[in-house]
């Protein structure tokens, strides 16, 4: 859809830091771009009558607008539907599935589209999405898909947390992210079929299956700065100093991402930093609440900087604020 003032706040942290770098004279790469494959986009694509890689050009638009009307000064910008990351993509499931990190096998289990991720029957709260920023209803599903194994990792990525306090922070999402390990580790099926959804990059060893949008879209981080296609210039921008996300995508980025980059033999980012939300009177903003901030509405008013600073002003990082229109009013106005 539309960038929301969780995007536009995530996408300004990251420029704040870039910028504070290169101050420093310190080189600096500063990444961002758009997620596209999916479930979601696809459903988007056909309720719009288009096809979803119009639904994505549509999207991006709007994103890289966003960008430039805040002044973000970011380096590249990837799409997960460019050639340079499908390819990689392509090479790096071909590898992992000669070496045996890849599987088939029949899944039985309870489904997402918003969240995109399988669960359990044990996982669900009240028989819908465990998912404390979600919790909407699921669909049973019964097929044969491509397992990532994941488990076998379980051991090794507890040990590593362990070991490398900074790599999550702040620390109440480590603990948070530990006490997610406590329960068995399940591997991470990481294909859909296209008889149930095409939308996605093809896996190399099946043409009958896609990727999973998760395992795509993490391993921009590493497509964008030239994995499998420019060593010199991936040298020598990874391992990541800090990856910026919300708390909302904190198992994906701190349990799927380092057992993949484990099982790629890649070393891991030295932090992933997950934020808080913005909530509206103490609210999560939903567009079934009709609550949302459209952050371009405050830059159009108030002037870009004054809704830069806002945003990094009120907000203790890694903890919720609140984004109300007295809020930003008491703000601009003392500050």
């Avoid at 040298?235 to 904190?250: E, M, N």
């Avoid at 008013?301 to 903890?319: H, I, K, N, P, W």
Wanted: glycine share 6%.
């Amino acid at each position: 859809d539309r960038p929301h003032i969780g995007h536009a706040y995530t996408t300004i942290l990251a420029d704040v830091l870039a910028r504070y770098y290169r101050l420093m004279d310190v080189p600096s790469f500063f990444l961002t771009g758009t997620d596209e494959h999916g479930q979601k986009v696809s459903q988007a694509a056909e309720k719009a009558g288009i096809t979803p890689q119009e639904q994505a050009d549509n999207t991006v638009v709007r994103f890289r607008d966003a960008w430039k009307k805040f002044e973000i000064t970011n380096d590249d910008f990837i799409r997960t539907t460019e050639a340079r990351h499908k390819i990689a993509v392509q090479k790096i499931l071909q590898t992992l599935f000669d070496k045996d990190e890849i599987y088939k096998a029949d899944y039985d289990g309870w489904y997402c589209v918003t969240c995109e991720r399988f669960f359990t029957e044990k996982d669900l709260v009240n028989g819908k999405c465990p998912e404390p920023a979600c919790g909407r209803d699921v669909d049973k599903i019964r097929e044969s898909n491509y397992f990532f194994r994941m488990g076998k990792y379980q051991d090794w990525l507890v040990k590593y947390i362990e070991d490398n306090p900074g790599f999550i922070q702040p620390d109440f999402r480590r603990n948070e992210t530990l006490g997610f390990l406590r329960k068995k580790l399940n591997d991470l099926c990481i294909s859909r079929p296209k008889s149930r959804m095409s939308w996605g990059i093809e896996l190399p060893f099946d043409s009958e299956f896609v990727t999973y949008v998760w395992f795509d879209a993490l391993l921009n981080y590493v497509t964008g700065i030239g994995y499998l296609s420019d060593d010199d210039k991936f040298r020598k921008w990874w391992p990541a100093s800090c990856q910026l996300i919300g708390k909302d995508i904190l198992t994906t980025h701190t349990v799927y991402w380092p057992t993949m980059l484990k099982a790629m033999n890649l070393p891991l980012p030295e932090t992933v930093f997950a934020h808080g939300w913005w909530l509206s009177g103490r609210e999560k903003m939903s567009k079934t609440l009709g609550n949302v901030v459209n952050p371009m509405e405050y830059a159009d008013r108030y002037g870009v900087d004054a809704f830069r600073y806002f945003l990094m002003a009120e907000m203790s990082l890694g903890q919720d604020a609140d984004f109300t229109e007295d809020i930003f009013f008491r703000r601009y106005n003392a500050d």
